[in-house]
């Protein structure tokens, strides 16, 4: 997915006056941002690559799976990404970093949280929910036909980790884990559900419009520990790893090292850019529910934040 844009156009979108007419991109190379298959990492990326092309900057995005995208930073194929969740990618990133080829550029602003969530009226089916050991005995309140007796799990994309079937296998949970092809077609599933109050139990996360929109909780599973993943003796089950829920933390932005030195202004812009989460999941809400381009939501942030973006791009304006 290509997308360059001149600063004059992008300026004439925005409506506002052209970057420093000193500042010239550091190198006329491609900046290649990471998007994945989730709605706020495409919309704060889109944010991105309109200040980096305003600036001048040739930008392309790339999609790339997230959990296999470690060997194209650590090669220079990508670039930049801005999420980078601890909930699922500590352990990747940090090896990552490990290899000196891939540099920390700091935290994006939210607190990461993803977990298993049902909605409040499937609470009155599975009496002493939130506790994880209330799906024990009642698995079959969230069961479809297809997985009856046992409990119907939507989990993410396979490309988003998480360690859901080891989970329910360490916990000796009565569940099904299957995933949702998209993150569109889960979050569909859950709106239709939630609207005729039909069982349902699925991943989901913040900073995202869900537990906002929608009434209901997390599942409450035993608090993460590193040890949960590494040393069976840990927790719950002594003979298996994964018994305990995902971790929680930062979300972090991550860049190809080497391009620091092709191109140290937008390295530095990156480092500087920030959203807050409710901000983040506001935007989500306006792509996911609202139905408007992610386009059309990135460039009216822009509009509406021009101060904020380049104060970030001190460097450039100068």
């Known amino acids: 997915m290509k997308r360059l844009?001149?600063?004059?156009?992008?300026?004439?979108?925005?409506?506002?006056?052209?970057?420093?007419?000193?500042?010239?991109?550091?190198?006329t190379e491609t900046i290649k941002l990471m998007v994945a298959d989730w709605s706020s990492m495409l919309i704060d990326t889109e944010i991105l690559n309109i200040i980096l092309s305003t600036y001048?900057?040739?930008?392309?995005?790339?999609?790339?799976?997230?959990?296999a995208r470690y060997p194209g930073f650590?090669?220079?194929?990508?670039?930049?990404?801005?999420?980078?969740?601890?909930?699922?990618?500590?352990?990747?990133f940090t090896a990552s970093l490990a290899t000196g080829k891939v540099l920390d550029m700091g935290?994006?602003?939210?607190?990461?949280?993803?977990?298993?969530?049902?909605?409040?009226?499937?609470?009155e089916k599975c009496p002493g929910l939130?506790?994880?050991?209330?799906?024990?005995?009642?698995?079959?309140?969230?069961?479809?036909?297809?997985?009856?007796?046992?409990g119907r799990y939507l989990g993410a994309p396979v490309s988003w980790g998480g360690f859901d079937e080891e989970r329910v296998k360490a916990l000796d949970l009565p569940f099904e884990v299957v995933h949702a092809g998209t993150e569109a077609a889960m979050f569909a599933e859950l709106q239709s559900a939630y609207e005729r109050k039909a069982p349902i139990i699925l991943w989901v996360y913040q900073p995202?419009?869900?537990?906002?929109v929608f009434e209901g909780s997390f599942v409450q599973f035993p608090p993460y520990e590193d040890a949960c993943y590494?040393?069976?003796?840990?927790?719950?089950?002594?003979?298996?790893?994964?018994?305990?829920?995902?971790?929680?933390?930062?979300?972090?932005?991550m860049a190809w090292?080497?391009?620091?030195?092709?191109?140290?202004?937008?390295?530095?812009?990156?480092?500087?850019?920030?959203?807050?989460?409710?901000e983040l999941g506001d935007l989500v809400h306006e792509v996911d529910v609202k139905g408007r381009p992610v386009n059309d939501v990135a460039m009216e942030w822009a509009k509406n934040n021009e101060a904020k973006w380049r104060s970030w791009a001190a460097c450039a304006e100068k």
């Open 5 to 27: 844009i001149t600063s004059a156009l992008l300026a004439a979108s925005l409506g506002a006056a052209a970057p420093a007419a000193a500042f010239e991109a550091e190198s």
């Open 56 to 67: 001048g900057y040739s930008v392309e995005t790339v999609v790339a799976d997230d959990s």
């Open 74 to 92: 650590e090669n220079g194929d990508l670039t930049i990404a801005l999420e980078t969740w601890q909930t699922t990618q500590n352990k990747p």
């Open 107 to 123: 935290e994006l602003g939210p607190h990461a949280k993803e977990e298993w969530w049902y909605p409040a009226y499937m609470a």
């Open 130 to 150: 939130p506790d994880w050991k209330a799906l024990k005995n009642c698995a079959e309140a969230f069961s479809s036909p297809e997985t009856a007796p046992k």
């Open 208 to 212: 995202h419009w869900v537990p906002s």
């Open 230 to 253: 590494t040393d069976a003796a840990w927790g719950e089950n002594k003979t298996a790893t994964h018994d305990c829920g995902k971790p929680e933390g930062w979300i972090k932005k």
């Open 257 to 278: 090292a080497e391009g620091e030195k092709k191109w140290p202004c937008a390295y530095d812009i990156v480092r500087k850019f920030t959203m807050d989460g409710k």
